[in-house]
């Protein structure tokens, strides 16, 4: 199958007769090379010789077996080179040699046609594995290389998508982006793994999509809104939950569009829950909203430092949030304003919930 003149066969026996009767054995055509032992056998590995298959002859008495073999496989540079052991006629070691990892087992005596053909069989064998398996590793590097630009282009769709939706309102450019990295800063401060940070970052980039089904006039009249044009503004969460429901994939993502506005007393819209019935996701993402709501340049209202609003938001922890999510916020921003902390980039710096092992557990 493959060229014999390239196969270098490593011989490796203490009988020098044996090594005779086996060099008379072997075709020609075969490159063969014949060491006493295995630290003649390792030096000659060490002169960068790579042999194709190592015969191994047990024929010889005081020889520890297993330490010998066991050595070859552990060597770096050998592990994945077969080896065929030559078994004296009476061992009863056939059996015990394949299941620790011989390619081939030969008992004594050695017949011609029988031994080069099953040496042929061991080195065809390896190479048809050698190249499934350099094939496998070029494959999953290609692969490996595709689904990074997939995990760049969907992050930047989403991150049109929130721009899309910031440049809707104009009181509110940059509103998602911040209101992910906010809602980022709660989940991490929380205990929360990266995993569940980067599907709140991105409920965060998205938990206002539905305003892209809210007219402009609604969205950017600078007045009080009368009674139907705040009916239609808290339309906003179930048209964002119905446009986000199609990520399947990822369905808490679609959950922070839902329930965004949702209060911990019940009062909220638009479906009323209170307490823990509102998911994590949304009574985060709450606090991250209103705290950049507060402290952003809106025309209808004063803007509030980060001190003002972080007495805000305990004040109205546990009737618009979750007090325990309200608590760390305060912590949080109390941290920001004396400059021990400050509010992390996290635009480049997820890529798991894209990766086909992401855990599925985490959606259930
Ligand atoms: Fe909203």
Excluded at 46 to 69: A, C, E, M, V
Excluded at 279 to 290: E, F
């Amino acid at each position: 199958m493959f060229s014999k003149d390239t196969q270098i066969l490593l011989c490796i026996s203490s009988n020098v007769s044996e090594q005779e009767n086996i060099r008379n054995l072997i075709n020609g055509d075969r490159n063969c090379v014949f060491v006493k032992s295995e630290r003649e056998a390792l030096a000659l590995l060490k002169s960068r010789l790579r042999p194709s298959l190592i015969l191994l002859d047990l024929d010889y008495p005081g020889n520890d077996y297993f330490t010998l073999f066991s050595r070859l496989k552990s060597d770096p540079v050998l592990e994945n080179t077969p080896v065929i052991i030559l078994i004296p006629e009476d061992s009863g070691k056939e059996a015990f040699f394949l299941t620790i990892g011989a390619a081939d087992v030969i008992r004594k005596p050695l017949a011609q046609e029988v031994l080069n053909r099953r040496i042929d069989n061991v080195i065809n064998s390896q190479y048809v594995n050698d190249y499934l398996i350099t094939k496998m590793y070029s494959y999953r590097d290609s692969l490996a290389e595709e689904h990074k630009k997939l995990v760049i282009y969907t992050k930047q769709i989403i991150k049109s998508l929130s721009s899309a939706i910031d440049a809707k309102d104009t009181y509110t450019n940059g509103h998602s982006v911040r209101v992910a990295e906010y809602a980022c800063e709660i989940a991490e401060a929380m205990g929360y793994d990266d995993k569940m940070l980067e599907i709140i970052y991105q409920a965060g980039l998205l938990h206002d999509i539905g305003k892209i089904g809210v007219s402009d006039t609604v969205l950017r009249k600078p007045g009080e809104l009368n009674e139907k044009e705040m009916a239609a503004i808290r339309q906003h969460p179930i048209i964002g939950h119905e446009i986000l429901s199609s990520i399947t994939e990822i369905p808490l993502i679609s959950y922070g569009a839902r329930w965004h506005h949702e209060r911990y007393d019940g009062k909220g819209y638009p479906d009323g829950l209170k307490g823990e019935e509102i998911p994590l996701i949304p009574r985060i993402i709450c606090v991250a909203d209103a705290y950049d709501a507060m402290t952003s340049n809106r025309s209808y209202r004063r803007q509030l430092s980060p001190l003002e609003a972080r007495e805000e938001i305990l004040r109205n922890c546990g009737t618009q949030f979750d007090p325990e999510i309200g608590k760390i916020a305060a912590s949080i921003i109390e941290k920001n304003i004396s400059g021990e902390i400050s509010f992390k980039n996290r635009e480049t710096t997820f890529t798991s919930i894209f990766s086909p092992s992401n855990n599925k557990a985490l959606y259930a």
